[in-house]
């Protein structure tokens, strides 16, 4: 935790043009697109913003879908043929001034909260992240220590169980 | 509301689902994630992980 900031969700006043972290993708999105989806509701944005508006970290969350496939009545059990509603933390990037403070933890922490609130009212699996190729196994082995799981095919592809969010509040 | 214009709404509601980001599973993961699906998990790291930011010591979202 940083003093004078909190998690807030996207708003004027936030000095996304000042944001820089270590990859130019994230620093463009939250320059150029995220004011945009925020406001369409396509994407949530999420700052870890101090009061006066200077930007730490964001993340984003937006609904997603796990489409199954190739599954016998066996195993479907009954269950409507429908892919499974899920939320996507979809980009997530600290500044590098605020790097090595455990900002990372936090953040994934609020934004395991977040999703795990918005599934109380409008369902919602699983949380899910694509780890770029570019973070490699550093990043992929952060979310495995906080529970995500790899995708036997894709290992890139984790998801988290957010019914194993709500048992550990 | 008529009826005429609730199924119009559900069709589009049908199109907005379309047009969500989804994941198209092979069979092998498809199994793998209906397993989660009923898993109950205790992991610790995960519980740490949350205790960071337990709303007793935390702030909320604002606009």
Not at chain 1, 74 to 89: D, N, Q
Request: charged fraction near 25%; charge should be negative; proline fraction near 4%.
């Amino acid at each position: 935790m940083l003093e004078g900031f909190e998690l807030q969700l996207l708003a004027p006043h936030h000095q996304r043009a000042q944001f820089q972290s270590q990859a130019d993708s994230l620093n463009d999105f939250l320059r150029k697109y995220a004011k945009n989806q925020h406001k369409n509701s396509t994407t949530r944005v999420y700052v870890y913003a101090h009061r006066e508006g200077e930007i730490a970290g964001f993340f984003t969350l937006s609904a997603h879908l796990l489409e199954l496939s190739g599954l016998p009545d066996s195993i479907l059990k009954g269950r409507p043929r429908l892919p499974i509603p899920t939320t996507l933390l979809g980009r997530f990037a600290i500044d590098q001034r605020y790097e090595g403070k455990g900002l990372g933890r936090t953040l994934l922490s609020y934004a395991l909260r977040e999703a795990h609130k918005a599934a109380q009212i409008v369902a919602s699996a699983f949380v899910v992240v694509d780890v770029s190729e570019d973070a490699s196994e550093h990043a992929a082995e952060f979310y495995r220590k906080c529970g995500f799981v790899a995708l036997p095919s894709n290992p890139q592809r984790m998801l988290l169980s957010l019914n194993d969010v709500g048992r550990s509040l | 509301m008529s009826d005429f214009i609730i199924a119009a709404v559900l069709e589009k509601a049908d199109e907005t689902i379309a047009s969500i980001e989804r994941w198209e599973l092979r069979e092998e993961d498809s199994r793998f994630v209906m397993d989660l699906l009923t898993q109950r998990r205790d992991i610790p790291g995960l519980r740490e992980l949350l205790a960071l930011t337990d709303p007793e010591s935390a702030g909320t979202p604002t606009a």
